[in-house]
């Protein structure tokens, strides 16, 4: 090849590098005198359908993706011995591995670069497509801007591609129901396992290279490639700070990873946004050091972190770290092969049998933590009267939050709760005793009263009142779970309103958007949402695909309000999809007989 001209524009000056399936080639273009990367299919794996066709969709998720930290792709096209071939962005520099190789990064420059990655990664997963094959030898590190770590994204080769949603006509499946695909010592314990992947399982593989980087050394290894697999699905994850350079790694940077490296999909963050979003917190100790795109509301100390939880918490508050696991022995093993069968997984069975114990084993732990909420005595909610208050019970009242607001807060308290005790029936008694302790900062007490009162009066969640108490809980260190058990439960569908206002319309305290987003995606939360507010967020979630897109839209056309028509217009337009240029219509399903227009109008017509 070396010296040869391709397809009349590509010169081939070296080569690169050299696999069982192909080689990569140092090229230069004739006529701009660029040089790019030339990777060749070898002749004989043209026979085999399969890799060509994998062969083709790395092609078009290269091209698709567009994002500076991505390697991204210019032309494919076959040569006349029947090879194909693919051109891709030119990468100078050196390899993540070999940068590992060399010892632990510092924690700085370790985020700098995941960060990076998370970014390339959320406008792959935006388009639908799952790289599988995250590790160090597939992410370089060149010099571009005075940045000598920027950050290139390599190899879609296995990457599970949807082709009827990034242009083309759709293909059938290439993954095979039990086959599993990618490197073992980065699997998701969902890959291990064969079962459905996304955006989540690319997560954790940057969480076990986030890992590596800071520590030098895998959380997991061992030559056994099974036992490997089986320490991804079910062992102990374990913290970085026990394994990097003591004082190496912050206790919310440890929290973070542990967060990635969740067993389940969806313990760990929604999508690689909110994942590079904490990262930056963890790192730099607090919203106001992070780029003004990625700040939230601040707590009362200024300053957010993030929990052993991977919550974003106060950073006052006192954190556990997590738990380690067994030490793992430090040996780097050699690149092994990217297929494995379903011999695989029945090699796996006699790890289940240990979760489902675990479970157990936690569920009997949990069960003291509930016994109060769930007690067989605890008295049965009574409706309360809503009469206002008699003339001396409204002084009191204000007497005693007037104290509260002037520092007595203690005396104020104390006044309110001996009146909520002689009025056990009284609304409007028990909802300024929920104010008292709001404007207290007991947020705790506070959201426990607004509670009881929407078991006993379902109607008090349309109340100004619990509005100016969800607030002062949200912005607080230590109210934030307890006011969203309350938006999550008792407050019912105005509480699921509250929360699509936060997860979407920017609308209360940002750094609690992604946690907004996967209430709403639990099932018990989202039977509680009226039907205009379910649509709306099945359309957010919803495949690119314009059929999908369509089939939702018929199915709540008629319960669709104002909340939906955002959506709706921004997809009245007609280009940016196919091709470099973005110039084909991405829902033309959706002008088949003014579809789209129709249902606009007719949400109009209601307001």
């Not at 794996?45 to 890799?51: C, W």
């Not at 924690?107 to 935006?126: D, S």
């Not at 374990?238 to 790694?249: I, L, N, Q």
Request: proline fraction near 6%; glycine fraction near 10%; hydrophobic fraction near 40%.
């Amino acid at each position: 090849m070396i010296g040869k001209t391709i397809a009349g524009r590509y010169k081939v000056e070296a080569r690169l590098g050299e696999g069982g399936m192909g080689s990569v080639y140092r090229v230069e273009h004739t006529h701009m005198r660029k040089r790019l990367a030339l990777k060749v299919l070898h002749r004989e794996m043209t026979s085999q359908a399969e890799i060509v066709a994998r062969f083709e969709r790395e092609a078009m998720a290269a091209a698709h993706i567009e994002h500076p930290n991505v390697a991204g792709a210019t032309d494919f096209g076959k040569l006349e011995d029947g090879s194909c071939y693919l051109v891709l962005e030119y990468v100078e520099g050196t390899s993540l591995r070999s940068q590992i190789d060399e010892g632990p990064l510092p924690q700085a420059r370790a985020v700098h670069i995941t960060v990076q990655i998370l970014g390339a990664l959320k406008r792959a997963h935006e388009l639908g497509i799952v790289h599988r094959d995250l590790k160090p030898e597939n992410v370089h590190l060149v010099d571009k801007d005075g940045d000598p770590d920027f950050v290139k994204v390599l190899d879609f080769g296995i990457a599970r591609v949807p082709i009827g949603a990034i242009g083309g006509e759709a293909g059938p499946s290439l993954t095979r129901a039990g086959m599993v695909y990618g490197t073992p010592e980065y699997m998701a314990p969902e890959q291990a396992l064969g079962q459905d992947v996304d955006g989540r399982s690319d997560q954790y593989a940057v969480g076990v290279m986030l890992f590596e980087m800071l520590v030098g050394k895998r959380p997991y290894d061992n030559k056994d490639k099974v036992a490997l697999l089986g320490q991804h699905v079910a062992g102990p994850i374990p913290s970085v700070r026990t394994r990097a350079p003591e004082g190496a790694v912050s206790p919310s940077l440890d929290a973070v990873v542990h967060k990635m490296l969740a067993k389940s999909p969806s313990d760990r963050y929604d999508d690689a946004s909110e994942a590079a979003e904490a990262l930056m917190i963890a790192s730099t100790g607090g919203v106001d050091d992070l780029p003004i795109e990625f700040r939230g509301e601040p707590t009362d100390s200024g300053r957010i972190v993030i929990s052993s939880r991977g919550e974003v918490v106060d950073q006052g508050a006192t954190m556990r770290p997590p738990s380690d696991s067994l030490e793992q022995g430090a040996t780097m093993l050699p690149e092994e092969g990217r297929r494995f069968t379903t011999k695989v997984l029945a090699s796996l069975g006699a790890l289940f049998a240990v979760l489902l114990v675990v479970v157990a084993v936690v569920a009997t732990r949990r069960a003291p933590e509930l016994a109060d909420e769930n007690r067989a005595d605890k008295p049965a909610a009574k409706p309360m009267s809503t009469a206002p208050m008699p003339d001396d019970v409204k002084a009191k009242v204000q007497a005693a939050l007037g104290r509260i607001t002037a520092g007595e807060v203690d005396t104020g308290v104390k006044e309110l709760e001996a009146l909520a005790a002689a009025h056990p029936n009284d609304l409007a008694v028990h909802k300024a005793m929920a104010q008292g302790y709001s404007k207290a900062k007991r947020h705790v007490d506070a959201l426990g009263v607004v509670k009881r009162l929407l078991t006993a009066q379902p109607e008090f969640a349309t109340d100004p009142a619990v509005d100016a108490i969800l607030a002062d809980a949200l912005v607080s260190s230590g109210g934030v779970d307890s006011a969203f058990a309350v938006l999550e439960g008792p407050m019912g569908a105005e509480g699921g309103k509250v929360l699509y206002g936060m997860a979407y319309e920017g609308k209360g305290p940002q750094n609690l958007a992604a946690r907004a987003k996967k209430s709403l995606a639990d099932p018990e939360v989202a039977k509680n949402l009226p039907a205009s507010l379910r649509g709306v967020i099945e359309l957010r979630n919803a495949p690119f695909a314009c059929n999908a897109r369509k089939e939702i839209i018929e199915k709540y056309k008629t319960d669709f309000d104002a909340t939906a028509l955002p959506i709706l217009r921004g997809m009245t337009k007609s280009t940016g999809c196919g091709g470099f240029f973005k110039r084909g219509d991405c829902w033309p399903c959706l002008r088949e007989d003014n579809f789209l227009g129709k249902v606009i109008a007719s949400i109009e017509a209601k307001k």
